[in-house]
């Protein structure tokens, strides 16, 4: 069964370091999405991304976040200046349409520590 | 401000015991819901679409109250590889999570 991956499976950083969180979402899905979990809390909307832009983002994804498809399979989310507070699992998921009714499959994760 | 809301947990049942989640949502126009479940330290993992009419599958049963913004998911036959996190979803859109309830199935 295709599936969303995603690296690295564990990243640590110094605060104020920038990160890069990448994904390969599932081949044939056109809408892509990074969520978030904070340790012990839900999983929280970032951001949905279709035709090469954003297309809906969270009161979280403020100007330190970033995403981009630098080509034709790669989803990247970009942390610029990383602070205690980013530490969670980040994940990335893709649909194969937009819209309320298609499900969201999420790949396994990268747990961001920062230090 | 779109809210999902869940049982608080965890739930403690032995094999073979039917337990049922309930959840509500906030947002009267949301037209998509689904079940998710999360094993620890893992991503969210699809478990079933929930329609209006209810929907079956295998011991899992979804049902959709939209008059009273409730969903709820019943498993029959409970077995120990159903320990895990139990997450309502609604989707419109972006997805909303609740927090989830925790399923602990013991022998």
């Known amino acids: 069964e295709p599936e969303v991956t995603q690296t690295p499976s564990h990243q640590v950083t110094q605060m104020g370091q920038e990160v890069i969180l990448r994904c390969v979402p599932i081949s044939n899905h056109l809408y892509f999405y990074w969520y978030r979990q904070i340790l012990g809390q839900k999983v929280e909307f970032l951001v949905s991304?279709?035709?090469?832009?954003?297309?809906?983002k969270s009161e979280i994804f403020d100007d330190q976040f970033s995403v981009e498809r630098p080509d034709g399979s790669n989803f990247t989310l970009k942390i610029r200046s990383t602070k205690l507070e980013d530490s969670a699992m980040y994940f990335c998921?893709?649909?194969?349409?937009?819209?309320?009714?298609?499900?969201?499959?999420f790949g396994d994760g990268t747990r961001l520590s920062i230090l | 401000r779109k809210e999902v809301e869940q049982d608080p947990g965890p739930f403690n049942v032995p094999e073979g015991a039917t337990v049922a989640f309930n959840c509500t949502y906030s947002?009267?126009?949301?037209?998509?819901f689904f079940w998710y479940r999360q094993d620890c330290r893992k991503e969210p993992k699809l478990l079933m679409s929930?329609?209006?009419s209810g929907n079956e599958d295998g011991r899992f049963t979804a049902q959709l109250n939209r008059a009273s913004q409730y969903i709820s998911l019943l498993i029959r036959d409970s077995k120990l590889s159903d320990s895990a996190t139990y997450l309502c979803?609604?989707?419109?859109?972006?997805?909303?999570f609740g927090k989830g309830t925790m399923l602990l199935v013991s022998p």
């Open positions: 979803v609604v989707n419109d859109s972006t997805l909303t």
């Open positions: 998921a893709s649909s194969e349409e937009g819209g309320g009714n298609q499900p969201q499959h």
């Open positions: 929930v329609y209006s």
């Open positions: 947002n009267s126009a949301s037209q998509s």
């Open positions: 991304f279709y035709n090469n832009e954003i297309s809906e």
